[in-house]
């Protein structure tokens, strides 16, 4: 059994405007000791999938319409609201992009951690205080014993972020959902904390949900990748077969435009257009008013096309691996 | 007194920009008085030549100085000492009517589409009101015909002059100010972390927009950004800063097959590579980066540095010279002109 | 769903001010104050035609046919306040042109956003310019016809055989000439809310009242709005020394109890007019405004686009006042919208205090005259209307507070 099956989920946004079908028929699945990555470009559906596992989408106007999110076996989806706070926290963590604004600012770091730790565990006070200075240390921070009496702002991004880790891990959750945790911080920065998550990791052995638009940073850290467009599944791979053998035309433009990849001073291969807005996805398949390989045939929803093992696209077209790139 | 500029503007082989010893600093105040109680030292000496129709990219991490550099150079901020020679003049001590005719020819594109654009005007006004202010257009309905123009050039419909910047996107905006830039024809401009807001798909557009630009208009950049991939891409030169100060200025080629600073290998390897499995090895740096209001003595790197040795802390490095055009700021390089590879562990022999 | 291509590139997205504007018309309870002050305003505009001891026809025997109440709008022994002759010119400009005007204004919805831009700044310009006009011809002609009594003279002329046709608006009464003999009447059907101790109708000098705040409000929040918006861009764009200076000034201002002040500085000026006392208002109340914008302009002085304004050469007053002032203006208008409100209060409590100008009808005056009476019709029926004006202010100004924010969009 999985540690996390998402069963098409649907979450969608009921505006003024119109529905936002933001999270369209999402289906994955994280495992003990693995880490997913979750890629997509803006308004692709990454981050509400993520706030919908803790159902922390903001309700009216979001709603989750339809789809399973079974955790251990457990649907999230219908759990009762007292049952899912349990489970929130403890057995599934979060950490967010922004570490300026997680934590708040008039507590110190060790009320905040101490005050997580109480909340899920049945320990006194003294011990909760241990547990927070035992994560500080493990999470790198130098002098935890004074750190742990100072207020965020006392401390840098890279440390606040490292602080937002141990909170997050405190309980030893299963599940670590993390959004973009490295985007705000600094390339030397975003190593420390990613070699900390994977050793972390290989301590603990929960499964990890990373988040990102860094190819970079899924191709090293991932064991899978799960690629989204227009909140529907676009391609789902092993992280080695995604680089060297993508099947959706969309992935496959997502790599080309890379400049990494390309040769310096070249043109890069672009995807044209821009991603639609949420209030005007095209039917059927979401990707095809800017795919090359688009037919009438892709105006009907894409059917899901095995390519290897794990390796699954849903396209009317897959392409057959792009050559050399990678 | 305005210094005589070193750079003969006929010579079509001088560069177009040179910068010498560049300094800013921004004082910090405290009190009922406004006592200056510091500085932040922001750039403290920094010197590079942007030759003609070449791409420059000045990396480095936050708190580096980098964007403060480009603003300096442009005086958008004033700089505290250094020169910047530009077409015969000496930008920190022109005239402010000779600085405001020289804006022309200088320009610059900023990271934030969303505010970097007046949310209060259209797109007509944005990109046209700078051509009549330059005599570049002399009447309204000329300015608005090469507003059009521009329009094209950068890949959105003309008829979306009358539109206000709310009703684009992030890449449509980019390309906005992109047009902003271009209109009055300068001769470099400043990108400063231009693409980094943006997705991965509109990023190459929008890169892809910036080099045929280049090539039609004969421009010079001075590409400000943390993207290392982006650098590879597009850049001729790097200039490699760290808490204001130059590590390595050399080729793109020289800087990521044979990077010399300690600092820079540090920087280069922890990038992450869209390549799994790649077999690299990873220097994972030690700490923070310093504050640059009290940084540290000696050399800025050595609390990091993993082959820091006494005399880091004591004695600020000198520029090194180690291959034509290929400059280090480094103790290792004293009298040495061979990689040191932080990765090996132990400076070579030789000191 | 329909494809995104197939998206007319004619249509037009709003612009800010129509974002607003449809925010603002979202919110009934704000909209339909706009409207009562909407009402507020015609009623002020067209006092004269529902109150006037002149009859509109007035034809004695087989004489010509006249209008001595046309003629007493430009006269200036009649109406002898500026406030007064302002209002009787916009009086006449939106009898002519109003209704073309609005049409007008209206017919250029259809056009292109650049267009429509132009051709209502023309409408705008025009409204104005035809105001100035009738302002500049009631100066360079001025009336001043004897004083005659119309209602005495008619039943003078009857009592003599004299057949007369007259025609007078609703409520034929003066609003500054009391008939002493009717002195602190109760209500009835020829004063519906009775009169003062000098034998006023009070329901005439209640409408008439209504130009006098609007004045007051409007007039004062402009002039300080005004001073108060050009110190503070300056010290929000210098910052530094001319930062400290403004900020000082302020401080110095706003520790002084602006009643106190406003009620002291009055006291010393004899022959007070209701331009003294805006002028008053303006001195203490010009701090909010510059407060608001000076914060304004610190939070956009530092953003990009005015860093590239920079770049592309634009001299400093055109970054100040064209780049930057436009995006600060929201706040400026809701607390102007409150200031209004709150200058026609102060107003009232000047008068009532016995330090206004004693000469106009305002509100505050009349309160001030019923005090001394016992009659309860004196007391309510200003008071009444100051409440009813501020509240509707209130009410537009947190309309325009919730439209502005994004946060509150619906």
């Not at chain 1, 559906?45 to 919908?52: D, E, L, P, R």
């Not at chain 1, 973009?180 to 904390?193: G, K, W």
């Not at chain 3, 507020?40 to 004489?63: E, F, T």
Request: with cysteine; charged share 20%.
């Amino acid at each position: 059994m999985p540690l996390l099956e998402l069963i098409d989920l649907r979450t969608h946004f009921f505006t003024d405007a119109g529905v936002l079908r933001s999270v369209d028929g999402v289906s994955f699945s994280v495992e003990a000791g693995e880490t997913v990555g979750v890629v997509g470009e803006s308004g692709c559906g990454k981050s509400v999938t993520a706030m919908s596992i803790l159902r922390l989408i903001p309700e009216p106007p979001g709603r989750i319409v339809g789809g399973e999110i079974r955790f251990l076996g457990q649907d999230l989806v219908r759990m009762p609201i007292a049952a899912l706070r349990k489970v929130r926290g403890n057995s599934i963590s979060m950490i967010f992009q922004e570490p300026m604004t997680s934590l708040n600012p008039v507590y110190t770091v060790g009320d905040q951690i101490i005050e997580a730790i109480l909340l899920h565990q049945d320990v006194d006070e003294d011990r909760a205080r241990e547990i927070a200075l035992d994560m500080l240390r493990k999470v790198g921070i130098p002098a935890p014993e004074q750190r742990i009496d100072e207020y965020p702002h006392q401390l840098s991004g890279g440390m606040k972020q490292r602080v937002m880790i141990a909170m997050a891990l405190s309980c030893q959750p299963k599940l670590l959902i993390a959004d973009e945790p490295t985007t705000a911080l600094d390339v030397t920065i975003q190593a420390q904390i990613l070699e900390l998550l994977k050793q972390l990791q290989a301590e603990q052995g929960m499964g990890i949900m990373l988040i990102t638009h860094d190819l970079g940073v899924v191709a090293e850290t991932t064991d899978k990748v799960v690629v989204l467009y227009g909140g529907q599944m676009a391609e789902v791979a092993p992280t080695s077969t995604l680089f060297s053998s993508a099947s959706h035309p969309y992935t496959q433009g997502l790599l080309r435009s890379l400049p990494d990849r390309a040769p310096p001073g070249s043109r890069l291969p672009t995807i044209p257009g821009m991603v639609p807005s949420p209030l005007q996805f095209p039917t059927g398949c979401r990707f095809r008013t800017r795919c090359g390989q688009a037919s009438p045939a892709c105006a009907a929803l894409p059917p899901r096309v095995e390519r290897g093992p794990g390796h699954a696209v849903w396209c009317h077209h897959p392409q057959p691996p792009a050559g050399g790139a990678a | 007194m305005s210094a005589p500029d070193p750079l003969d503007p006929l010579d079509p082989s001088a560069p177009l920009l040179r910068v010498e010893g560049l300094v800013k600093h921004f004082p910090i105040f405290k009190g009922f008085f406004r006592r200056q109680v510091g500085s932040v030292r922001a750039v403290d000496g920094l010197s590079f030549d942007l030759a003609r129709g070449q791409t420059v990219a000045m990396v480095g991490e936050s708190g580096c100085g980098k964007t403060t550099a480009g603003r300096a150079i442009l005086r958008l901020v004033e700089p505290d000492a250094g020169h910047v020679y530009f077409r015969g003049h000496d930008l920190p001590a022109a005239p402010p009517e000779t600085l405001r005719a020289l804006r022309r020819h200088m320009q610059i594109i900023f990271q934030d589409p969303f505010s970097s654009l007046n949310p209060r005007q259209t797109i007509a006004q944005i990109v046209g009101r700078p051509l009549q202010l330059h005599g570049l257009a002399a009447t309204e309905a000329e300015a608005e015909a090469q507003v059009k123009t521009l329009m094209e050039k950068v890949g959105l419909q003309a008829s979306y002059s009358t539109r206000y910047p709310h009703e684009f996107s992030g890449g449509q905006r980019q390309r906005i100010g992109i047009a902003r830039a271009v209109a009055l024809r300068p001769d470099f401009i400043v990108c400063d972390e231009a693409v980094s807001a943006l997705d991965v798909s509109v990023q190459a557009q929008v890169l892809n927009l910036l080099l045929d630009l280049k090539e039609e208009l004969g421009l010079s950049y001075l590409f400000i950004t943390h993207d290392l991939g982006v650098v590879k891409h597009l850049a001729d030169e790097v200039v490699v800063l760290y808490l204001g100060q130059l590590c390595e200025r050399t080729t793109t080629k020289a800087l990521f097959s044979a990077p010399r600073h300690p600092y820079t290998q540090a920087l280069l390897s922890a990038v992450p590579h869209p390549e799994p499995g790649r077999a690299r090895k990873r220097v994972i740096l030690r700490g923070d980066v310093p504050s640059p209001i009290a940084p540290p003595s000696g050399c800025r790197f050595h609390t990091r540095c993993p082959l820091a040795h006494p005399r880091c802390a004591a004695e600020a490095p000198a520029e090194h010279t180690v291959a034509p055009g290929h400059v280090v700021r480094c103790h290792l390089y004293d009298g040495n002109s061979a990689p040191v590879d932080i990765l090996a562990g132990a400076p070579n022999g030789g000191r | 769903m329909t494809e995104p291509a197939a998206r007319p590139p004619v249509a037009e997205d709003p612009s800010w001010v129509d974002l607003i504007w449809v925010q603002f018309g979202k919110r009934k309870i704000a909209r339909g104050a706009l409207f009562g002050l909407l009402g507020l305003l015609l009623l002020a505009i067209y006092a004269p035609l529902l109150a006037s001891n002149k009859p509109l026809l007035w034809r004695v025997a087989d004489g010509p046919l006249s209008s001595p109440w046309l003629l007493s709008l430009f006269d200036r022994n009649f109406f002898e306040n500026g406030v007064d002759l302002f209002f009787n010119a916009l009086l006449v400009c939106v009898s002519l042109l109003g209704l073309p005007a609005a049409w007008a204004w209206r017919r250029a919805a259809t056009l292109p956003r650049a267009a429509r831009g132009a051709r209502r700044a023309r409408l705008l310009l025009g409204g104005i310019g035809a105001l100035l006009l009738t302002l500049g011809l009631n100066a360079a002609a001025p009336q001043a016809r004897p004083k005659e009594v119309y209602p005495a003279l008619q039943a003078q002329l009857e009592a003599q055989g004299t057949p007369v046709l007259a025609v007078y608006p609703p409520l034929p009464h003066s609003f500054r000439d009391g008939v002493l003999d009717q002195a602190r009447a109760r209500p009835s059907a020829a004063h519906p809310l009775g009169t003062d101790a000098a034998g006023r109708d009070v329901l005439v000098r209640l409408i008439f009242g209504a130009r006098i705040s609007l004045t007051i409000g409007v007039f004062a929040v402009s002039l300080y709005i005004s001073i108060g918006t050009v110190l503070g861009a300056l010290a929000g764009y210098f910052g530094g020394r001319v930062d400290l200076v403004i900020q000082r000034l302020i401080e110095v201002v706003i520790c002084v109890p602006s009643l106190f002040l406003i009620l002291s500085v009055a006291a010393f000026i004899e022959d007070r007019s209701i331009f003294h006392i805006m002028v008053i208002i303006a001195a203490v109340a010009w701090t909010t405004p510059a407060r608001l914008v000076r914060a304004e302009f610190l939070r956009h002085r530092n953003l990009d686009f005015v860093a590239a304004a920079r770049a592309i050469g634009y001299p400093q007053h055109t970054i100040i006042f064209a780049e930057i002032l436009p995006n600060t203006l929201g706040p400026v208008l809701v607390s102007a919208t409150f200031g209004v409100a709150s200058a026609i209060l102060t107003e009232s409590t000047m008068s009532f205090l016995g330090l206004g100008d004693i000469t106009v009808p305002s509100w505050g005056q009349m309160l001030n005259a019923g005090r001394t009476t016992s009659e309860w019709t004196l007391i309510l029926a200003p008071g009444f209307a100051i409440f009813v004006t501020v509240s509707l202010l209130n009410l537009v100004g947190d309309g325009f507070r919730d439209a502005i924010d994004p946060k509150l969009r619906r």
